[in-house]
């Protein structure tokens, strides 16, 4: 079809809604419809108040009662399509079929978007219901007008040639809307099988987050290959655009490609996995995802950290569960001179061994470790089952030393200063002490 049949077709389109609009039936019927919009409206609203779609049909079975959701939801849309086809069967019996075209019209557009509900309430991806929505209740508006095969061979007239590959507007969009129902059936796969992967209790947690990239991926690229397949594009006609892909991923996404080859690497050689408590730079906290690009590290107080697969690549990490999750906490502390440091180590042994979270068959050792400028420093070792909250098993355990140093009548060092004033109120050489 070239520009003057499509300027021909627009004429006689134009020619015959005029002389629609000129016939009296055309305002009964548009006043009808009109009519049966406001009772649908106003009966939806009546209905949303009175019954509550938590309890609607709770006794039925499950696809009873998602029918029943659906028609709830689109309640207006059912009243209207009732009231209008009724109206409809009645000036078909009282006058010429031809007199009430536009009710045929309102009540198949009707029940059309009726369907287009039903077969979208199983997409949970709210964006994607809305453009398969819109898109079919489109083509169904062309087709219930006898307008679908004008308006494609419209879009079809128009084409770009890049390379070997010829492109139109029709044809993008039939590519679009394969596309999308094939990356939506490629996701519902992965979710299923995703969801089979992590019940496998044989499989280790990097080896389960490997299995679903893997399967994502793979079911991504023939979800792709089957819809430009599907359209008639030939994949070598594509050839043309390998180039410029490869420049682009030299130029701008190296490091895409860098953290998306990291993330393998590192599900493959189980440095990291979900559930390890690790601490890269100055983050510290337990894998709670791996993705793509990136690692999640929940710290614990609410954030998280998105760390780059690169960066557990090329940076220096600890993992404090990589082969054994027993940890050893170390309690630094110190007392003065006057103390027994041999009553000192066995105190605070009796204090590690009794924490609650130490590990009995690893007893605890204290160790002197220096004479200091103000007293005595030992450190105290003992191994815990988790390295999650070390640091309160710590406090725990410091407090325990302070009340035992306090009834043992052991004292902890404190540094003391002296200042000597010359001149002044004070008198010369008075020596003044001061503790931090």
């Not at 000129?22 to 649908?40: C, M």
């Amino acid at each position: 079809m070239d520009l003057n049949d499509i300027i021909d077709h627009l004429r006689t389109v134009a020619r015959s809604v005029g002389a629609e609009i000129s016939s009296p039936f055309f305002y009964l019927q548009f006043g009808i419809i009109l009519i049966a919009a406001g009772i649908a409206f106003a009966a939806n609203a009546a209905l949303q108040g009175r019954i509550d779609k938590g309890t609607l049909a709770s006794r039925w079975p499950l696809p009873l009662q998602h029918l029943a959701a659906v028609l709830f939801e689109s309640f207006s849309t059912v009243v209207f399509a009732i009231l209008v086809i009724a109206a409809r069967i009645a000036m078909y019996h009282s006058t010429w079929p031809s007199r009430s075209y536009m009710l045929v019209v309102a009540a198949k557009l009707a029940v059309a978007w009726l369907i287009i509900r039903l077969m979208t309430s199983v997409i949970r991806n709210a964006t994607l219901v809305k453009v398969v929505s819109l898109t079919a209740w489109v083509m169904a508006a062309l087709s219930v007008i006898n307008q679908l095969e004008p308006a494609a061979d419209a879009l079809d007239s128009v084409s770009i040639v890049l390379g070997g590959l010829t492109l139109t507007p029709l044809l993008v969009i039939k590519l679009g809307l394969i596309l999308i129902a094939a990356l939506w059936f490629t996701n519902v796969a992965s979710n299923f099988a995703e969801s089979r992967i992590n019940q496998s209790t044989d499989l280790t947690p990097s080896i389960q987050v490997l299995l679903v990239k893997m399967i994502r991926m793979g079911l991504m690229i023939i979800a792709i290959a089957v819809a430009l397949s599907a359209v008639g594009i030939n994949l070598s006609a594509l050839a043309v655009f390998s180039g410029a892909v490869g420049v682009g991923i030299g130029i701008g996404l190296q490091k895409i490609v860098a953290n998306f080859i990291s993330g393998i690497i590192l599900l493959a050689d189980k440095s990291v996995k979900p559930g390890d408590l690790v601490t890269i730079g100055d983050s510290s906290g337990r894998i709670s995802a791996m993705k793509t690009r990136y690692i999640s590290v929940a710290a614990g107080d609410g954030r998280e950290f998105l760390i780059p697969n690169e960066d557990l690549v090329t940076q220096k990490v600890t993992n404090w569960t990589y082969t054994d999750k027993n940890t050893l906490v170390k309690v630094i502390f110190a007392t003065n001179y006057e103390s027994d440091p041999r009553r000192v180590c066995q105190l605070a042994i009796e204090i590690g061994g009794s924490a609650p979270r130490a590990i009995k068959s690893k007893p605890p050792n204290c160790i002197l470790t220096e004479f200091g400028e103000t007293g005595m420093k030992f450190s105290l070792n003992f191994w815990i089952a988790d390295p999650d909250g070390m640091d309160n098993v710590k406090s725990e355990v410091m407090l325990s030393l302070w009340e035992a140093f306090k009834r043992e009548g052991i004292k902890v060092p404190y540094q003391v200063r002296e200042l000597r004033i010359r001149g002044g109120a004070l008198p010369v050489d008075t020596t003044v002490e001061v503790s931090n």
